[in-house]
T-cell receptor
């Protein structure tokens, strides 16, 4: 069964460092997303991406965040200068359209120290 | 208006019992309501979803009941099993076609043997 894959599974970084989280969405999907889940809390939308551009972003997704689809398979989330409060699970998701089932990856646990 | 409110926060059910989780929304533009199941350390997995043109959808032991006039929907897990112990999130999206999912706060379900 096709699945969304994310790497790495766990990333530890120093405050102020840049991190790049990587995702390979399901191959025939056209919509890509990043979500964040702080430990024990709900899943929060960060950004959606379609046709090589951001289609919607949340208030959380400020200038420190960026997304890119550098090739036909990868989808990345970059955090330029990490803060302690960026520590969370980051989930990539993809869907065929903007109004159908979204499938989530296993997540990357980001720990900022 | 963008919130989805979920209750209860936690639920303990005996094996074989019925688990019921409720969600309420405010935005009448929402038109797709999925439920996700999440095990510790894993990404949310789509369980079942409904659109507002039907009042109920059943897949195996899982049923969504949808009340459009009350702006509420619920997940019923029949014959609950210990393997169902997980966190369940309701979500909603509107037809803006960006695919953004708005999640409820989550319900931690424990099914006792």
């Amino acid at each position: 069964e096709p699945e969304v894959t994310q790497t790495p599974s766990h990333q530890v970084t120093q405050m102020g460092q840049e991190v790049i989280l990587r995702c390979v969405p399901i191959s025939n999907h056209l919509y890509f997303y990043w979500y964040r889940q702080i430990l024990g809390q709900k899943v929060e939308f960060l950004v959606s991406f379609y046709n090589n551009e951001i289609s919607e972003k949340s208030e959380i997704f400020d200038d420190q965040f960026s997304v890119e689809r550098p090739d036909g398979s990868n989808f990345t989330l970059k955090i330029r200068s990490t803060k302690l409060e960026d520590s969370a699970m980051y989930f990539c998701a993809s869907s065929q359209t903007g109004n159908t089932e979204a499938f989530f990856g296993q997540g990357t646990r980001l720990t900022v120290v | 208006q963008q919130q989805v409110k979920q209750s209860p926060q936690s639920l303990i059910v005996q094996k074989g019992g019925i688990s019921i989780i409720n969600c309420a929304y405010e935005n009448t533009a929402f038109d797709y309501f999925p439920w996700y199941q999440q095990f510790p350390g894993k990404g949310p997995a789509l369980l079942i979803a409904i659109r507002p043109d039907v009042s109920e959808k059943k897949e195996g032991r899982f049923t969504i009941s949808f009340n459009k006039s009350a702006k509420q929907f619920s997940l019923h897990i029949m014959d609950s099993q210990p393997g169902d112990s997980a966190t369940y999130f309701c979500a909603a999206t509107n037809p803006s076609n960006t695919g953004k999912l708005i999640f409820g706060q989550g319900t931690t379900l424990q099914v006792k043997p």
